[in-house]
């Protein structure tokens, strides 16, 4: 499942995020691909009314089927709407794992993407791909004040995310009925009782958040091979298109 129905106020303009293009590619498509080169067999898109209307035709164009089903007011509602979908898919409700992706996070290697696929198909609950923080980190205090704290003990987390399906569509569910909210998806698995694996991310997963880091994307992008990225050629050759 690809997530692509926020506001993206804090990059403003009037193109959505989705919408936004790397070296002539946008976002969206780049991250359903991303998905398709790492395993996942099927996508579901998660858009408001302007992504759907300025992606639409390049979305019926990609090497795996894509359902969209529009969004809600925050991300957690967005997945839990993806997810309901799934449910209510004759086909995709068979899927055993199922993997929750930010459509701007577009550069995530194959390899993370395979990663978290494989660790939920060996039994984890709840996957993330997380990185060690490169700043040093203090934590506010109340009173004004901040305190040092040990950035070994951090991580940043990235998506995609994976569960097995029954077990993410009922912490959805529970987060939908006690009005619990979190930034991201394993968070919502925990609360719900379940162990949060992590497995190595990547600096490519970068999120596109603001308009400086879209130009940081773009000079990733032209280095990609440097991160053993996937190649669209690559994918198709996978898929035998
Ligand atoms: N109601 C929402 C909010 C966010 N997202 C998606 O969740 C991902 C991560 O969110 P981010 O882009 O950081 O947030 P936005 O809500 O788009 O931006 P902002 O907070 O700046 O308005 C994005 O792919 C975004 O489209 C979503 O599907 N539905
Ligand atoms: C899901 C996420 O990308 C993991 O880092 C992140 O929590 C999304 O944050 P946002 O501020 O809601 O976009």
Redesign the pocket.
């Known amino acids: 499942m690809v997530v692509g129905a926020?506001l993206g106020l804090?990059y403003g303009g009037k193109t959505p995020k989705p919408a936004l293009k790397v070296t002539g590619r946008t976002l969206m498509v780049m991250s359903i691909e991303a998905m398709a080169a790492g395993g996942c067999t099927d996508a579901v898109v998660v858009v408001n009314d302007q992504v759907a209307k300025q992606l639409g035709p390049e979305l019926a164009a990609l090497p795996i089927p894509v359902k969209q089903v529009p969004g809600g007011a925050?991300?957690q509602e967005s997945v839990y709407n993806g997810l309901k979908a799934v449910r209510d898919d004759e086909r995709l409700s068979h899927a055993e794992v199922v993997l929750?992706h930010?459509a701007?996070?577009p550069m995530v290697p194959a390899k993370v993407v395979s990663a978290v696929i494989e660790a939920v198909q060996g039994g984890a609950e709840a996957v993330?791909p997380a990185i060690p923080v490169a700043d040093s980190m203090r934590i506010l205090d109340p009173g004004g004040g901040s305190a040092v704290i040990d950035r070994s003990l951090l991580r940043?987390?990235?998506?995609p995310?994976g569960f097995p399906l029954q077990l993410i569509l009922e912490a959805h569910e529970k987060m939908a009925a006690s009005g619990d909210q979190?930034?991201?998806?394993v968070?919502c698995a925990e609360r719900a009782g379940h162990h949060v694996t992590l497995v190595e991310g990547s600096r490519m997963s970068m999120?596109v958040?603001e308009p400086s880091d879209l130009t940081v994307a773009q000079a990733l992008w032209e280095v990609r091979d440097t991160f053993g990225h996937h190649s669209a050629r690559r994918i198709r050759r996978h898929l035998g298109a």
């Open positions: 926020g804090r925050s991300r929750v930010d701007v996070r993330a940043a987390i990235q998506t995310q979190f930034t991201d998806d968070s999120k958040t």
